[in-house]
């Protein structure tokens, strides 16, 4: 398995602030791994600084490459799609097609034409004549056909509608990724990547705070409801979080013993929202 | 790499058309005017060609005044076309890299895989090649159309007129000229276009504004505190200045163009054109020199100027 992203104390400073300050994380090929982060955290400008768009501190390659210096290089091997709104609305379908078609050494025409061909959208038509969802598709359709080995999505799915939503990722699924390709994605939509991450990323004020692939998390990270006559019980065992639901105390607890757990309540295995709320907002909060 | 260079212009001209909207307008004025009688060189109108008492008093002149009047005239025709460029590049080149930052499509054009120095080079081909280029062609056209209109005005006539319309002595120089003209709008632009580009990638937003405040603050400035109107002058002779600095006696040909013998012959079109001096002096030299230093500052902005602005 190769490494396709390699960071190492990456920092960038706006002003005073930092928006990334020292992160460190690796991305193999193969996996799809979701950057995960609250507002302001680092996210977009650890996407940008992976795409070659900005430059930072510290050491950064992407296929081997320095994005900033190898931008136009790199993105013969990395799509990326920053979020649905930034198609040209002035740019026809058929002309962003054959743009591509012209500029992209790794464009496949046809598998565009498979794609378009599914979908409702008319080439003569302009971007801006297009509805959200059909830009999307649009957009979609031109990077899937491109045969890139990274794969980065920045809010891919922002103000569209579930129906859309569900067919973007579902494509992304079943016509898009393999063993090959790579995805980095980052959303507020915990829930509906959840399914589909090998990988998780959190960032929070600029550093990573989990790394973790997901088929590890429940070895590590379990989560407990009892009733509130067990709550004290539960707290004797140093959980990470505390929640009441529906009158029931939930806890969050890192490397616990699940036996210990079984004897006083159900133990389920915690969503990445619970763990981000655990991990980012920090504590028994 | 280079057939992806001609996709890059091409998509120029699909987002601007005033590439070629430009000047299919200048033209139209032009044979609009013509028909209403309204284009004019010196006092020779072309609708009054056909009247008698004109035409004797041109032919009064003798020998080589109407083989030399025909070329005028028709180098006066590009002249519209000349300043049109001037326009067109203004306005296209400080959209050029604002635009797509405007509306962040930016962030998809820079998910191809085109250095930023090729799209630079894109926008300034256009801007000083294509643009210059397409309005040649127009002005050639528009040559054509309004010679055409003369003869189809003037058949009938005894006139001497009629005989120098389609001559290769008359339409040599004046294609000659013309070409002449587009070649130092063409090089003259450069700098002005390397400044606008510049602009249009380095401010956040309100690129126009930009562009046009800055300078005419340090004008009101410099008028205010000395008394003097030395920006101004540069900044009129870093565009108009381009029929002064490669023709010479421009602000003579209207006044030479007398209809009558006591104002002497008009000039011979190849004896206005002064390339050696154009070409070597230090005001072009100087602003090609300018205008890649400018350019490369925009090369340089558009690596790190995003949708953040």
């Given at each position: 398995m190769a490494t396709l992203i390699e960071a190492r104390g990456l920092t960038k400073a706006y002003g005073a602030k930092r928006a990334l300050d020292g992160a460190t994380f690796t991305v193999e090929s193969g996996r799809i791994v979701g950057l995960i982060g609250p507002n302001g955290a680092g996210k977009t400008t650890a996407l940008k600084a992976i795409l070659g768009l900005a430059r930072c501190e510290g050491e950064l390659r992407v296929l081997g490459l320095d994005p900033y210096a190898d931008r136009a290089k790199l993105m013969q091997q990395v799509s990326f799609?920053?979020?649905?709104?930034?198609?040209?609305?002035?740019?026809?379908v058929q002309q962003a097609v054959d743009f591509v078609r012209g500029v992209?050494?790794?464009?496949?025409p046809d598998r565009c034409e498979q794609f378009l061909a599914r979908?409702?959208?008319?080439?003569?038509?302009?971007?801006?004549?297009?509805s959200k969802g059909m830009i999307t598709q649009l957009h979609l359709a031109l990077v899937m056909a491109i045969d890139a080995r990274l794969l980065v999505l920045d809010e891919?799915?922002?103000?569209?509608d579930i129906l859309s939503r569900k067919q973007f990722y579902d494509s992304l699924l079943n016509d898009y990724m393999d063993d090959e390709r790579t995805i980095l994605v980052t959303t507020h939509q915990v829930e509906e990547i959840e399914n589909i991450l090998t990988d998780l990323l959190f960032i929070d004020r600029g550093r990573i705070v989990l790394d973790t692939p997901m088929e590890s998390i429940p070895e590590k990270w379990l989560q407990l409801v009892v009733a509130p006559d067990r709550a004290g019980a539960a707290r004797e065992l140093k959980p990470l979080t505390e929640r009441q639901l529906l009158g029931r105390h939930v806890f969050l607890y890192e490397g616990a013993d699940p036996d210990a757990l079984e004897r006083l309540g159900e133990v389920r295995q915690p969503s990445i929202a619970d763990l981000f709320v655990a991990k980012i907002q920090g504590g028994l909060a | 790499m280079n057939s992806s260079f001609a996709w890059l212009i091409r998509r120029e001209l699909w987002e601007s058309r005033a590439v070629w909207v430009a000047p299919a307008i200048c033209g139209a004025i032009l044979i609009i005017a013509t028909l209403i009688g309204g284009l004019q060189v010196g006092e020779v109108r072309i609708a009054n060609l056909a009247d008698p008492a004109v035409a004797a008093k041109i032919e009064a002149l003798?020998?080589?005044a109407i083989p030399r009047l025909s070329r005028l005239l028709l180098l006066a025709i590009a002249v519209p076309f000349y300043i049109t460029v001037m326009f067109t590049q203004f306005f296209y080149a400080l959209d050029a890299l604002s635009s797509d930052r405007r509306d962040r499509s930016v962030l998809f054009w820079k998910s191809m895989p085109v250095s930023d120095a090729a799209t630079v080079g894109s926008k300034f081909a256009v801007a000083v090649l294509v643009i210059p280029l397409v309005a040649l062609a127009a002005a050639l056209l528009s040559q054509v159309v309004l010679s055409s209109m003369v003869a189809l005005k003037l058949s009938g006539t005894e006139l001497e007129f009629t005989q120098h319309l389609w001559t290769a002595g008359t339409w040599l120089p004046a294609i000659g000229a013309t070409l002449y003209g587009a070649l130092a709008v063409i090089l003259w632009s450069v700098p002005l276009v390397g400044w606008l580009l510049l602009v249009s990638a380095v401010v956040p937003r309100s690129p126009f504004l930009w562009a046009v405040l800055p300078p005419l603050a340090v004008a009101l400035v410099e008028d205010v505190l000395f008394d003097s109107s030395y920006f101004i002058h540069l900044i009129a002779e870093r565009t108009l200045g381009v029929f002064a600095a490669a023709f010479s006696g421009t602000e003579q040909v209207g006044a030479t163009v007398?209809?009558?013998?006591?104002?002497g012959l008009p000039p011979r079109v190849e004896h206005l054109m002064q390339p050696v001096e154009f070409l070597t002096s230090a005001d072009l030299l100087g602003g090609l020199v300018v205008g890649a230093l400018l350019v490369a500052g925009a090369i340089w902005a558009r690596r790190y100027r995003d949708d953040n602005g």
């Open positions: 799609i920053a979020d649905v709104a930034v198609l040209p609305r002035w740019l026809k992209h050494p790794r464009f496949r979908t409702n959208i008319d080439r003569r038509s302009k971007v801006k004549e297009l891919p799915t922002l103000g569209l | 003798g020998g080589d007398r209809i009558g013998p006591e104002d």
